[in-house]
């Protein structure tokens, strides 16, 4: 059947949605249409951008964590060692039994609290965290073989050159 009228026009190339594992290389959408692989090269240089994105996750996570010990240095650095009065009564001392029956005590037993700079700058990185890794979980969801191995090979790069040394308390492995 001829519709006519559509002789001699090419079609131009569309991004491919698969919902499926694929290898494919051409036509390839990365989260956004603007970001449509439309040769090798493309396809390498975005390889090579995805392993970056990961390897910057991983810096990430780390610098996150160089923040945190810095702030908990300068807050324990501030803070003045103060030793509680003790009376020696076998009953609680007064004020202390509404807050120990409250939880108030236990909860923020340890705890000191956070200069709102300082919470300012962790809020900000956790929030470039969560973007990075739900940005990359969203190039999983292309099911595209090689853009799935360019989010992990990134990441073992970045944990192998962030990650030299061992923290015992480390939450370990997480999207955020």
Avoid at 13 to 30: A, E, F, G, K, Y
Avoid at 149 to 166: E, P, Q, R, T
């Amino acid at each position: 059947m001829n519709h006519g009228g559509h002789e001699g026009h090419d079609m131009l190339p569309r991004c491919s949605m698969h919902m499926l594992w694929n290898t494919q290389i051409i036509d390839t959408c990365v989260v956004f249409p603007a970001w449509h692989i439309r040769s090798n090269t493309g396809f390498v240089l975005s390889f090579v951008a995805i392993a970056g994105l990961s390897v910057l996750f991983e810096y990430l996570r780390l610098f996150q964590r160089d923040v945190d010990a810095r702030i908990k240095e300068r807050v324990n650095k501030g803070k003045r060692a103060s030793s509680p009065v003790v009376s020696g009564r076998s009953t609680p001392e007064r004020g202390e039994d509404v807050a120990l029956l409250n939880g108030r005590k236990a909860r923020l037993a340890g705890r000191a609290a956070i200069p709102v700079h300082f919470r300012a700058l962790r809020a900000g990185l956790y929030g470039a965290s969560v973007l990075l890794s739900c940005f990359l979980m969203l190039v999983f969801m292309t099911y595209n073989a090689y853009l799935i191995f360019a989010v992990v090979a990134g990441a073992a790069i970045g944990h192998y050159l962030f990650s030299g040394f061992v923290e015992p308390d480390n939450k370990g492995m997480a999207c955020h």
